[in-house]
């Protein structure tokens, strides 16, 4: 009896013990060499076949990224538990395997609450939440209770508020609790994305304990969802509540003093990154290349850009953004081509950015180029670069291109359809734009005021006045859309060309706004010949306060006074406008590429790259047409 008792101590002593030198493994620097010689020990000394230990090496073969040697491992396992089958189940899900995981999880005789957790992950890794959601109701279904980490799991995948709040009384019903932390931020952090702050708040008032994720996860989804003022309120509170800011907080503050243009409030942020250290985490740079970007501070921008400790995708994303949006395309080009030298793959939205510029500055083969590049790195598919292509081609009037690519997209969303819409309008093609805009009501997409405004000049330009009527009346009436000056522009237009100025000015006194100058403009050169000068004078007057560096009502004027021996009135509007009126020279500029290089000229610019060259070239073609 006592032998007996001695032999079951020593082998838990050894079970320990190479328990102990497993542990030990994982925090040494090569683990995973370490871990194949106390494999070859367990084989050894005949312990492979201890499910215990095994279940442990597949752990830690998993851990250290070993997935065939895992494999190996579960194979020699000859009496498999469920812990054996649940660890061979994630080492496909690690490997992205998802058919051969979900064929493993099928075949599995037992399954608790972990399998079906390991499973559903999968799907949501390789981008399959709709099967995610599928395996979940399956789970319920099969009676296995929902663990706190399928609810904080599956959160990550609800997009309608409904599902969310769905959810939320699910968690509830199964026991949940407001005590748990990472339950309860995962709560903050969906409601936030989805623009419903106020549940946000109400989840976040009623947690037991609150960390600086359920800080971060608040003022996060109040940025997300147009609460900047609100984000920065809860920063004062979360700083006098004694909780510390970290990078992802000032990053969310960042972009909340962007997107209000807050340029005070954002300085003083980004001087306590500049005082925590922050700045050394490129998304936070990234946020502040960002906020100095939209406060049209580009030389701010740029330092913090070229001070960064790191070079990547973010930063680098974020710089030729915001050369893009402030027309300094050439920047951005050669920003996008010094970091693709550099192996920094591009983003969506880099692409993006790339795409616009270079339907601005670069020549239309480098275009063609950027094309081919998207198809190599496959991004061609992807709804913003797609849209951007299109937008490109419009620009380079390749209408037909653009509309190939848009009628190869496999998803199409608003973006998408307002950039066709447009392109179809300024190339000629409203009959095309109006058709395209019928195609977006029938779908699950609604139209919002950018849809509007290019419909509307698509109208405008193929001059269909009741039908254009018609989509101005539907705005408010049927989509909640309140018109702004970009759509009454287009309708003061197709009222003027069909000859009722009477109309189109008393649409003018229906508006709850002032109309911009444009439109001004339209009224007044369509009431230029109609010969009643009060009139005239008075939208001229409207139009030289708005725009006062406008020539176009003072040579209105001047004709009139002209026609009608009104000598002083004439003389008094030529003063004003010799006043008001700062003549600037206007430089001409022009490109051409050669040989992969692009070289601008200016007008009169008689000192250029190559400029001798170029003088002698054009003094024999001179001298050849002369003798011609």
Not at 43 to 57: E, V, Y
Not at 107 to 123: F, K, P
Request: hydrophobic residues 40%; proline residues 2%; contains cysteine.
């Amino acid at each position: 009896m006592f032998r007996i008792l001695r032999r079951a101590n020593r082998f838990l002593h050894t079970i320990s013990f190479f328990s102990g030198l497993i542990d030990q493994c994982f925090t040494l620097t090569n683990s995973s060499n370490s871990l194949r010689l106390i494999h070859a020990q367990l084989i050894k000394l005949g312990f492979i076949s201890n499910t215990f230990l095994g279940n442990r090496c597949i752990d830690l073969y998993l851990k250290s990224g070993s997935s065939n040697d895992a494999l190996k491992f579960f194979r020699d396992i000859p009496s498999k538990n469920i812990v054996s089958w649940n660890l061979y189940l994630k080492v496909y899900v690690k490997k992205l395997d998802i058919q051969t995981a979900r064929q493993v999880f099928d075949e599995m005789l037992e399954r608790d609450a972990v399998s079906w957790n390991t499973i559903m992950s999968g799907y949501i890794s390789s981008g399959f939440p709709d099967s995610a959601w599928e395996m979940f109701l399956d789970m319920q279904n099969h009676c296995v209770r929902p663990s706190e980490f399928t609810f904080s799991m599956m959160l990550c995948c609800v997009s309608c508020g409904n599902y969310a709040k769905e959810m939320h009384g699910c968690i509830m019903r199964n026991g949940g609790s407001y005590s748990n932390l990472v339950l309860g931020n995962a709560l903050i952090d969906v409601y936030g994305k989805l623009g419903l702050v106020d549940y946000s708040l109400a989840v976040f008032s009623s947690m037991e304990k609150v960390d600086v994720v359920s800080w971060n996860s608040m003022i996060s989804g109040c940025c997300k969802s147009g609460y900047e003022r609100l984000a920065l309120q809860i920063y004062g509170l979360m700083g006098s509540s004694g909780f510390k800011v970290d990078e992802y907080t000032v990053s969310a503050l960042l972009t909340a003093c962007s997107n209000l243009r807050n340029l005070e409030k954002g300085k003083q942020i980004f001087c306590l990154c500049i005082k925590l250290g922050f700045l050394c985490n490129t998304v936070v740079s990234s946020a502040a290349i960002d906020l100095f970007s939209k406060c049209n501070r580009i030389e701010s921008a740029v330092c913090v850009f070229e001070e960064s400790f790191v070079f990547d995708s973010t930063i680098c994303n974020s710089m030729i953004a915001c050369y893009a949006n402030h027309n300094l395309e050439e920047k951005a080009m050669e920003l996008f081509i010094c970091s693709f030298r550099d192996n920094i793959r591009p983003t969506n939205f880099t692409l993006s950015s790339v795409l616009y510029s270079a339907g601005v500055f670069v020549p239309m083969d480098q275009g063609s180029q950027l094309h081919s590049l998207l198809v190599k790195t496959g991004f061609e598919l992807d709804a913003i670069v797609a849209s951007s292509l299109v937008q490109m081609y419009s620009n380079y009037g390749l209408i037909a291109f653009a509309s190939k690519i848009f009628s190869d997209m496999v998803f199409r969303d608003l973006i998408a359809y307002n950039t066709m819409i447009h392109a179809l309008t300024h190339h000629g093609k409203p009959v095309e734009a109006i058709r395209l805009f019928k195609e977006l009501l029938r779908s699950n997409l609604r139209p919002d005021r950018i849809t509007f405004a290019g419909v509307l000049s698509a109208c405008s330009y193929g001059g269909f006045l009741d039908e254009g009527i018609a989509i101005f009346s539907s705005m408010e009436n049927q989509h909640g859309i309140n018109p702004m000056n970009d759509h009454y522009a287009p309708v003061v237009d197709m009222l003027i060309r069909a000859g009722r100025i009477d109309e189109a000015i008393g649409l003018l006194h229906t508006m709850p706004y002032e109309p911009h100058a444009l439109i001004w403009e339209s009224i007044l050169r369509a009431c230029g010949d109609c010969g009643n000068p009060n009139l005239i004078e008075g939208i001229a007057d409207r139009l030289m306060e708005l725009e006062p560096n406008s020539s176009l009502a003072y040579s209105i004027l001047t004709n009139i006074y002209e026609q009608s021996g009104r000598w002083e009135s004439l003389v008094r509007v030529m003063k004003k406008m010799r006043r008001v009126m700062k003549t600037k020279e206007v430089v001409d500029c022009s490109w051409i590429g050669i040989k992969g290089r692009t070289f601008s000229f200016e007008a009169n610019q008689m000192n250029h790259y190559g400029g001798e060259n170029v003088h002698s070239v054009l003094g024999l073609l001179m001298q050849e047409i002369w003798d011609y």
